[in-house]
């Protein structure tokens, strides 16, 4: 019996010495990255970050969350992060950005993403639909607008777009409604207190049927149930 004792023993040592083995030796800690974001070779600087948060740490014990976390906390632009692990020694970044979806007024425009977080600050709206805000706020890369009317704005131009609806620009009247115009000059008039979605499934039949009839529509009010439709 005393021989399987130190034969448990001898087994019990050999594993510890393995496991020390496999965290000390070289061999199985990082030495190499790729980097990858939309698809395309990552930016210089982001590449410098991660081989510094990566290089040299062990591979098993890798610390993804804790990475991860800091890439974001560091570039509030980058949406989605995948991690994969590769024996013996390389780890693979496949990033996903946020992108934008309206420009906010301000200073500098703010172009945000569908949940309001602020991708870049720029001097024109560029080609994205602009949300008219009074007073305006100047908020920061990476920050957050958080005012319920705000997002629900957001939600509502990017929900038009979806639709094939071509929005310009948005001025927020109120807590409760938003004004809306389109490319062709067509004023939306839209409730923030009503479910947004089943606003735009209306709209989206009123203006796909004027178009199909050939009328111009100078303004459509969905707060109602009933809504209304002015003819330009």
């Known amino acids: ?31 190499q990255i790729s980097c990858q974001i939309n698809d395309t070779n990552c930016p210089g600087e982001i590449w410098t970050d991660l081989m510094a948060l990566s290089l040299g740490k062990n591979i098993f014990s890798f610390p993804i969350e804790s990475i991860s976390l800091q ?35 301000g200073e500098k425009f703010h172009l945000v993403d569908f949940q309001g977080v602020v991708i870049e600050k720029s001097e024109t709206s560029g080609e994205y639909p602009l ?9 920061k890369v990476g920050e957050k607008f958080n ?3 705000v997002l629900e704005t957001i939600e509502a131009i990017v929900g038009l777009r979806l639709r ?10 109120s807590f409760s409604s938003v004004d809306i115009w389109l490319k062709d000059d067509t004023q939306l008039i839209i409730s923030l207190k009503k479910e947004i979605s089943s606003q735009l499934d209306s709209l989206q039949l009123i203006y796909q ?15 109602f149930d009933k809504p209304i439709i002015i003819n330009g």
């Open 147 to 149: 005012q319920k009317e």
């Open 71 to 105: 890439i974001k906390n560091s570039y509030p632009q980058i949406d989605k992060i995948k991690i994969k692990k590769n024996l013996p020694s390389r780890v693979d970044f496949n990033l996903t950005s946020r992108q934008p979806q309206v420009a906010i007024s």
């Open 209 to 223: 049927r004027a178009k199909i009839e050939g009328k111009k529509l100078k303004q459509i009010d969905v707060r």
């Open 164 to 173: 094939l609806i071509e929005p310009k620009l948005a001025k927020i009247i």
């Open 131 to 139: 949300i008219f805000l009074e007073p305006e706020m100047n908020l």
């Open 1 to 31: 019996m005393r021989w399987k004792k130190l034969v448990k023993i001898g087994v019990l040592i050999l594993g510890v010495m393995v496991v020390v083995l496999v965290f000390r030796l070289d061999l199985l800690k990082v030495q």
